[in-house]
């Protein structure tokens, strides 16, 4: 059996380690508040760029005109295809990471049955060395990122891969994140950025916007405005990761802490038990000294 130091030390141990971990749950408790504020900006802001989407395509739609526009034009074979991931820099959120790494490469699979290449944009540490350990060729590695994401560097990431877009060099970009649905649950989301989904598009047979353009106008100011949807469409994906890395970690933190808390009281039987070993076997040899000296 152990000796009492050596349980002590266990014990001191266990409670340092539960107080790291109360605290980086307190911590993610706190950027989690910060960062759900930002998504919820950002949501409402895209739906806007997305409504004002809707009234354009509806004034090209009207007259039966089709969305000849490159942001919507569908390949039906796509040769090559983008897979933009997020995942986090830093590790001690459960399987935070590992549930978005297995949807990147359920689509890796699918794809390769389709013969279609796949070129994979990595922004998070963890998803890069995890592919960089399978030795899977990555296009892009973004770090720093997804720990501190800003509309600028969002932009900037996206607007290269869009470029590639327009150029012909990818069919389709697809982004890939692990999202926040509430302080328990976070879902994996998939979703096509372009070329935009004209079928989700609602096109009223008569239009009720309030926009009122030139002919003209409609084709370069669709053009702008996709453009700053799929810069907000990359910025939110990064800001919602951000939100469900921290509810990953703050539900790691507390398991963590708690089965802290259950190794504290076992050790403490077993402390207590050991001590009361001793000190029986003291008094055991006690009264037989005793007794020898009769």
Do not use: W
Request: proline residues 1%.
């Amino acid at each position: 059996m152990a000796s009492l130091k050596e349980i002590q030390r266990k014990i001191g141990s266990v409670k340092n380690t539960q107080k790291t971990t109360r605290a980086m749950k307190l911590v993610s408790s706190a950027k989690l508040n910060r960062t759900k504020e930002l998504a919820e900006q950002s949501k409402v802001y895209a739906a806007k760029i997305t409504e004002m989407i809707q009234d354009i395509a509806s004034n090209i739609s009207k007259d039966g005109a089709s969305l000849d526009n490159v942001f919507f034009k569908e390949v039906k074979n796509p040769k090559v295809v983008d897979i933009v991931f997020v995942t986090a820099d830093k590790g001690l959120c459960g399987g935070f990471n590992s549930q978005t790494i297995k949807r990147v490469n359920a689509l890796l699979e699918a794809y390769a049955a389709e013969g279609v290449k796949v070129r994979l944009r990595a922004i998070g540490k963890k998803g890069i060395s995890y592919f960089k350990f399978n030795n899977i060729d990555m296009l892009q590695e973004i770090s720093d990122l997804s720990a501190s994401p800003t509309y600028e560097r969002a932009a900037a990431f996206i607007g290269e891969v869009i470029e590639d877009y327009i150029s012909g060099a990818t069919d389709k970009i697809v982004v890939v994140h692990n999202g926040y649905v509430n302080m328990i649950t976070q879902e994996i989301r998939q979703e096509q950025a372009v070329p935009v989904d004209a079928s989700a598009l609602t096109v009223d047979a008569v239009s009720t916007s309030e926009l009122e353009l030139e002919p003209d106008d409609d084709d370069t100011l669709l053009e702008a405005l996709v453009k700053r949807y799929l810069e907000y469409l990359m910025y939110y994906a990064l800001i919602d990761s951000l939100a469900a890395e921290h509810s990953a970690r703050m539900q790691a933190m507390e398991s963590a802490t708690n089965n802290a808390k259950d190794m504290v009281d076992m050790l403490s039987v077993k402390y207590n038990k050991a001590r009361q070993e001793a000190i029986t076997t003291e008094l055991i040899e006690i009264i037989s000294g005793v007794e020898s000296m009769k």
